[in-house]
């Protein structure tokens, strides 16, 4: 998907061979497409996004991550120099559910196994 200097960002698919994070950032508006588009960029090419307001790691998550552009999240995990898009979802808070994070590791799961 994105290729950078420093890291690369990429589409993780699950068993089922959907791309999940792919369907979700096709649903939003241009504005929205573009806000994310440019985290995604700026993480290839810096490596970093320094504000948690648009990029967190989550604790006790086991390496599971949010791009964030409120009310919008989505979830992804890195894999040697590649950040893998697991599913997005809206929520209006800044805690993110339990639910979202298991479905982030069930996708890397998935992912990684190639069951897909």
């Known amino acids: 998907m994105i290729k950078g200097r420093v890291r690369n960002v990429d589409y993780a ?3 089922n061979g959907r791309y999940h994070a792919q369907e979700f950032l096709a ?7 573009t806000k994310f ?3 995604f960029e700026r993480m290839a090419e810096t490596g970093k996004i ?3 307001q648009k990029f967190k790691v989550l ?11 409120k009310p919008h999240r989505i979830m992804c995990w890195l894999s040697g ?3 893998y898009l697991t599913h997005g979802f809206t929520k209006d808070d800044d805690e993110t559910p339990p639910e979202e994070i298991g479905r982030a ?3 890397r ?3 990684l196994s190639g069951r897909h």
Request: aromatic share 8%; proline share 0%; hydrophobic share 20%.
């Open 13 to 15: 698919q699950s068993a």
């Open 27 to 33: 649903k939003l508006d241009d504005s929205q497409k």
């Open 37 to 39: 588009t440019k985290l």
């Open 50 to 52: 320094w504000n948690k």
């Open 59 to 69: 604790k006790g998550a086991d390496g599971i991550c949010e791009f964030k552009s």
């Open 81 to 83: 120099s590649t950040y």
């Open 105 to 107: 590791k069930r996708i």
């Open 109 to 111: 799961r998935e992912h």
